[in-house]
């Protein structure tokens, strides 16, 4: 079996501060999913709160946007820095499971994400609201904040809603079949050792 010759723990950290949003980002992939998430609003807290649990990436999240415009630029720009820290945790990708999938129910809802960490951003996107809101956030966001995480981190990114019709239910499966699929695909395979995963010898391009 192959030995994985560095187990130091893969962290991130960014910092990116415009005219409309000052974002303060760490990520550790292989944390416990402990969180401090602050973004300014309720319902996005929650979503990062839900992906850093269930994929045990640690996430510190701190954001002061210009929310007396809208939601957009906080949101948009949170997601950016959010997959930036995670690819710079990610170094070379050496010796991860580069793929991810999860079924996530969630009461009558069930929800399908399916990743490829390949460094070729990409987003498949299968699903809709029925509500303009949850909770203050606007629901038109929640497809362009992981469009701006794949965008950064450099993913392959396929969700597909199957069936559900509670929109609460909806975007919460949704955020935790990433969370799983994140898990599956960062973390370190010992038999690949310090291998990249691509029989190019990198990932990307």
Partial sequence: MAEIHDTTPRTGQVERNTAETRIAIAVNLDGTGAYKVSTGIGFLDHMVEQFSR??????????????????????????????QAIAQALGDKAGIGRYGSAYSPMDETLS???????????????????????GEW???LIEHWFHSVAQS???????ELLYGTNNHHICESIYKGFARAMRQAVE??????????????????
Avoid: Y
């Avoid at 510190?60 to 997959?83: F, P, R, W």
């Avoid at 399908?112 to 949850?134: H, N, Y």
């Avoid at 370190?188 to 391009?205: E, N, V």
């Fill in 54 to 83: 269930h994929s045990l990436i640690d996430v510190t999240m701190d954001v002061t946007g210009d929310l007396h415009v809208d939601q957009h630029h906080t949101t948009e720009d949170s997601a950016i820095a959010l997959g």
């Fill in 112 to 134: 399908r994400v399916a990743l490829d960490i390949s460094g070729r951003p990409f987003l498949v996107w299968k699903a809709r609201f029925t509500q303009e809101k949850l």
């Fill in 138 to 140: 606007d629901t038109e």
């Fill in 153 to 159: 981190a450099g993913l392959t990114l396929h969700i």
């Fill in 188 to 205: 370190r395979d010992a038999r690949k050792g310090s291998a990249i995963p691509s029989t190019k010898g990198q990932l990307g391009g």
